[in-house]
């Protein structure tokens, strides 16, 4: 069974970068799948920010796409999230997850919560 | 590309059935048999309980049910139990501009 473990810094300041990383276990990401990105506010529902697959194909939510950029590591078996001018709106629990071609997100990292803060 | 609709709250009694409804377009949930329901726990990472509209993951107990409808599709929990009390999201493949959106989302409460 796969595992994923977000990683990364808890606090970021206004106007700076995201920047997370989602290390795979149990599974070889070149293998096939997609790999996603979810965030949650805290109290508010699901929103997908993103995904790419083991090529490098990347499908970005158009609402962040002009913040957002994924990149992924084969060697290494992680993906990884930046988005650029973060504001206090981007503070959010952070899971990356697998994504198969009908949308299914499973299974799901643990969560970060990163915040936006000066 | 708007959110899919769901009810804010669902609730029911031990043992009802409860049904909460995601409500999409026809360039979403109408037209792909893509939609995924999720359950989250308090704390915790959400989870898959249904995919593909109606198929569900092993260890994910028969009481839960998908189906779909037009442009809603629809996620039945019989015999509630109390441990079903959490958080219920459906996703759908939104098509090559859109890729995935999710519901707002509806927290199910076993009375």
């Known amino acids: 069974q796969a595992q994923l473990q977000e990683s990364g810094p808890g606090l970021v300041k206004p106007s700076e970068t995201l920047s997370l990383t989602c290390i795979v276990s149990n599974y070889s990401i070149d293998l096939g799948y997609y790999w996603g990105w979810i965030r949650q506010p805290p109290g508010k529902g699901l929103e997908w920010i993103g995904h790419i697959y083991h090529t490098g194909n990347t499908y970005y939510n158009p609402s962040l796409k002009s913040r957002v950029t994924m990149s992924i590591n084969t060697s290494k078996n992680q993906f990884s999230l930046k988005l650029s001018s973060v504001t206090a709106a981007d503070t959010a629990t952070y899971y990356c997850?697998?994504?198969?071609?009908?949308?299914?997100?499973?299974?799901w990292g643990q969560g970060t919560l990163v915040s936006v803060s000066s | 590309q708007s959110a899919l609709t769901q009810p804010p709250s669902a609730s029911g009694s031990p043992g009802q059935s409860v049904t909460i409804s995601c409500t999409g377009t026809s360039s979403d949930v109408g037209y792909y048999n893509y939609v995924s329901w999720y359950q989250q726990h308090p704390g915790k990472a959400p989870k898959v309980i249904i995919y593909?509209?109606?198929k569900r993951p092993s260890g994910v107990p028969d009481r839960f049910s998908g189906s779909k409808s037009g442009n809603t599709a629809s996620l039945t929990v019989s015999g509630l139990q109390t441990e079903d009390e959490a958080d219920y999201y459906c996703?759908?493949?939104?098509?090559?501009?859109?890729?995935?959106?999710f519901g707002g989302g509806t927290k199910l409460t076993v009375l």
């Open positions: 593909d509209v109606t």
């Open positions: 996703n759908s493949y939104a098509g090559n501009n859109n890729y995935v959106i």
């Open positions: 997850a697998r994504v198969t071609s009908t949308v299914r997100v499973d299974p």
